[in-house]
């Protein structure tokens, strides 16, 4: 018996290793994925590139991505997947900007990557919140959320000090009033398409909830 299948066990092993062996081969063509260098990132962001025509992010966003104009987010400390998400979405239908989708399109994935990785370091400046009268409502919204509007507490997703969650959720935290009211207003006209859960929120909210909680937000630290 053993002598009659081994012809066939033989050419099943051989089988096998030839299999095994170019499945080795074929992930050894694969090139590994580069880890993403803040060191450049930070160069790219202070410097731009001259060559290509882009401008340094530091202009828009300020220093170590301290913006310092209302219309421009704050970047520092955002989490490293979402700045890379976000950049990406830029280059699509998705989220679309006049300047960032054009500048965002001249990055190379790895200089998304670096980027993204540089701004994840830095430490935010803090921000405040300017509006006595509704930064109770603002704080109503963010903890507990609106429940006869089924908005949920901002608080569940973006975390109790607004610092956000990796990919899906950007800190929020100390971000300016303007910038938050924009991005929650572009979601509800669906001028902003990249999170179906932030465009369904946005529109059970009215313009005077979205302004508190964009101002006690403004505050978090």
């Known amino acids: 018996m053993n002598r009659a299948f081994s012809p066939v066990v033989h050419s099943l092993f051989a089988a096998m290793m030839v299999f095994a062996g170019n499945a080795l081969a074929a992930d050894a063509a694969q090139p590994a994925t ?7 990132g930070a160069s790219l962001y202070a410097d731009g590139d001259n060559a290509r025509g882009l401008p340094a992010c530091v202009s828009c966003h300020g220093a170590a991505g301290s913006s310092t104009i209302a219309a421009n987010p704050k970047l520092a400390g955002q989490p490293e997947s979402y700045l890379y ?3 990406v979405d830029f280059t699509t239908p998705n989220r679309q900007q006049p300047v960032m989708t054009l500048y965002a399109k001249m990055l ?3 200089e998304k990557k670096n980027v993204a990785a540089y701004l994840a370091t830095q430490v935010q400046k803090p921000g405040a919140a300017k509006n006595k009268d509704t930064v109770q409502l603002g704080k109503k919204i963010y903890r507990g959320g609106i429940a006869e509007k089924n908005v949920p507490a901002c608080a569940s997703c ?5 610092a956000g969650n ?3 959720y950007p800190r929020i935290g100390g971000q300016f009033q303007e910038y938050t009211v924009a991005q929650l207003e ?3 006209a669906h001028g902003r398409k990249n999170s179906s859960e932030m465009t369904t929120i946005a529109e059970r909210m009215s313009t ?3 302004k508190a909680v964009a101002d006690y937000v ?3 630290k």
Not at 34 to 40: C, I, T
Not at 158 to 162: E, L, S, V
């Open 34 to 40: 580069a880890k993403a260098d803040p060191a450049k």
């Open 85 to 87: 998400k976000q950049l």
């Open 108 to 110: 190379t994935d790895a």
């Open 158 to 162: 973006h975390g109790p000090a607004g």
């Open 166 to 168: 990796p990919a899906r």
């Open 186 to 188: 572009a979601f509800k």
């Open 208 to 210: 005077d909830e979205i």
């Open 218 to 220: 403004a505050g978090l």
